[in-house]
């Protein structure tokens, strides 16, 4: 960082500081996401924004090794002496419509010498996105979020609708809600695409269009802290844990992904199967050669494996496929006139818990390894992988999902793409922090993990 970028960002703070008041706005929320998935916060007054742009507010580097119960794991990262600068990024700086008087703005860590911290998320999602760049495509990408909502927050909370899956009433039912909460959203500058009932009780889904990566994952913090803030206004409590009902359908995190070149679609343009180009069919075959390792990322709580059940949409064997909702990689091209503009690749396997710009940086890469091998794609699956027999899937190739957290944190130390991509430290906290939570549930029920993991993230 030189003294040029801190100039600019102070600049830039001191024009939105001016629009901001005007808007009666307070305080800005700067916000991180740790290595468990919790968005983590320091709030300044307005006038202190535009120092804190330039130098950062103060955090330990202690967070690193934070689980979503609070714990801090006793490792050598957790190391009280020291401090790292929480600088937010001006440029996505959002006056908050559901907590009035309140903006928001995304940050990054870095240390106090003006290095990028080893562990900062968002930075490491960036440094990945420039790999993919210099292979001279435009990534585009989109998180969808899946959330239940109850009546209150309580041990044994109660669904919020009682209409059925995909059901109009369940609209009617929170209709002021709903609309109250498209209408922030709107105002806070998100383009959402779609919003929808879905199938397990109480449960919605919000989609959002395509834009850069990063700003894709700082989006999907915005939506869930705003899809939270609106929803306690209108007094209920949400859920976007990956699991909410042992044996139930669970909240999925999923990332849309794509990439032009010169303007054209590589995921609808190329003369590989579907469209495919060569670039886009080995970055997904690279994703799919590595989606146990991935699954520590993307699925890296212990409730995470609750949601990750066969026949439940959520994509839990090794295979790809065209529109296939049990396909942990959902190759999506929209209708016959439109792929240009629609097609993308749809990770299923990973929920809310992950934390956005951690799964962000390692879809890349595993997608970047998966160019650099020239890796090819084997056949599509068509249908329900749980609905092959076990010899069917053998002779296809086609392997389970880790069923626990343990195997796929092994498979993660194993995959040397994605430990070099992240750089021993990250490494090292990643490992950390989900063998603490292994610890904290090793004697647990499945109803132990849901009712400790359901208000976290
Ligand atoms: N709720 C499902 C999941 O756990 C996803 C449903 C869908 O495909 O939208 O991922
Ligand atoms: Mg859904």
């Known amino acids: 960082m030189d003294e ?57 580097p202690v967070f690193d090794a934070f ?3 609070d714990s801090i794991a006793a490792t050598p990262i957790a190391n009280p ?9 001006t440029g996505a700086l959002v006056a908050l419509a559901g907590q009035p008087g309140w903006a928001w703005a995304p940050a990054d860590r870095w240390t106090q010498q003006g290095e990028e911290h080893p562990g900062c998320a968002r930075l490491l999602a960036a440094r990945q996105l420039r790999r993919l760049e210099q292979t001279g495509a435009v990534a585009k990408a989109a998180f969808e979020v899946e959330w239940v909502l109850y009546r209150a927050e309580e041990a044994d909370p109660v669904p919020a609708t009682t209409g059925p899956a995909y059901g109009m009433t369940r609209l009617m039912e929170v209709s002021d809600f709903a609309v109250d909460l498209l209408r922030a959203l709107a ?18 889904e919000l989609s959002v269009a395509p834009e850069s990566p990063v700003a894709a994952a700082d989006t999907a913090v915005l939506v869930r802290s705003t899809i939270r803030a609106v929803a306690a206004r209108h007094g209920m409590a949400v859920s976007f844990a990956p699991s909410v009902a042992a044996g139930g359908v669970g909240n999925g995190g999923h990332l849309h992904l794509s990439f032009a070149r010169a303007g054209r679609n590589l995921f609808s343009d190329g003369d590989r199967r579907f469209g495919l180009s060569e670039t886009a069919e080995a970055f997904i075959a690279g994703v799919l050669r590595r989606l ?18 066969p026949s439940h949409w959520a994509g839990v064997y090794t295979c790809w496929g065209l529109e296939n909702r049990e396909a942990p990689l959902r190759l999506v091209t929209g209708s016959t006139g439109e792929h240009d503009q629609t097609a993308n690749i749809e990770l299923k396997c990973i929920d809310q818990s992950a934390n956005p710009y951690l799964i962000l940086a390692a879809t890349l890469a595993c997608g970047l390894a998966g160019i650099e091998e020239n890796a090819t794609l084997p056949e599509p699956v068509q249908v329900d992988p749980a609905a092959l027999g076990d010899d069917e899937r053998a002779a296809l190739g086609i392997d389970r999902l880790p069923t626990d957290l343990a195997r796929s944190l092994a498979a993660f130390e194993a995959d040397a793409a994605l430990t070099g991509a992240f750089g021993p430290e990250l490494t090292e906290t990643v490992l950390a922090v989900r063998r603490a939570e292994l610890a904290t549930f090793a004697d647990a029920t499945p109803d132990q993990i849901i009712a400790a993991t359901r208000w976290r993230h």
Request: charge should be neutral; hydrophobic fraction near 50%; proline fraction near 6%.
């Open 67 to 69: 689980g979503m119960d």
């Open 81 to 89: 002496a020291g401090d790292l600068r929480l600088i937010p990024d």
């Open 187 to 204: 105002r806070q500058g998100v383009a959402v695409q779609q919003f929808h009932p879905e199938y397990a009780p109480g449960q919605f």
């Open 292 to 309: 146990p390792a991935l699954l520590a990322i993307g699925a890296p709580s212990v409730a995470s494996y609750q949601r990750l059940l």
């Open 4 to 60: 040029q970028d801190r100039a600019a960002r102070m600049s830039s703070a001191r024009d939105h500081v001016d629009q901001l008041a005007a808007l009666d706005v307070a305080a800005v929320a700067l916000t991180f996401v740790d290595t468990s998935g919790i968005t983590r916060v320091k709030g300044v007054p307005l006038a202190a924004f535009e120092r804190a742009a330039g130098w950062g507010v103060g955090a330990t």
